[in-house]
């Protein structure tokens, strides 16, 4: 069974920092795309930053300059730096895979969210 597990969320002043991280486990064979989406209260969920096996990224204008995703392949990790964090980055955060499993075959997973809050 594959699993997505997030760490890294918390309360942090504008201006603030934050590194979040996700970790695949189980039989993985090989992860095409480590996507980090976020959901604020009301509104839609939203691609945050993505990075795809080639090592290329697209980031959300929004965060643009300010978030970097990166990837620890040898530990099925993948973080998301967050500097300058707003008041209007607060949501939770999801990670997401697209992932060959040992069964060979290729499925979509998410992570259990964690939430990040930007407030003085």
């Known amino acids: 069974q594959v699993q997505l597990v997030e760490s890294g969320g918390g309360l942090v002043q504008p201006g603030g920092s934050l590194r979040l991280s996700c970790t695949a486990s189980?039989?993985?064979?090989?992860?095409?795309?480590m996507d980090w989406y976020r959901q604020a209260p009301g509104k839609q969920r939203e691609s945050v930053a993505d990075?795809?096996?080639?090592?290329?990224?697209d980031y959300a204008h929004s965060v643009k300059s300010r978030f970097g995703i990166s990837r620890d392949n040898g530990k099925l990790t993948v973080y998301l730096q967050m500097n300058s964090l707003k008041a209007e980055d607060t949501a939770v955060y999801y990670c997401?895979?697209?992932?060959?499993?040992?069964?060979?075959?290729?499925?979509?997973?998410w992570g259990q969210g964690t939430q990040v809050t930007v407030s003085s």
């Open positions: 997401y895979a697209r992932i060959l499993a040992g069964d060979w075959t290729t499925n979509n997973y």
């Open positions: 189980g039989s993985i064979l090989n992860i095409y795309v």
């Open positions: 990075l795809i096996s080639s090592g290329d990224t």
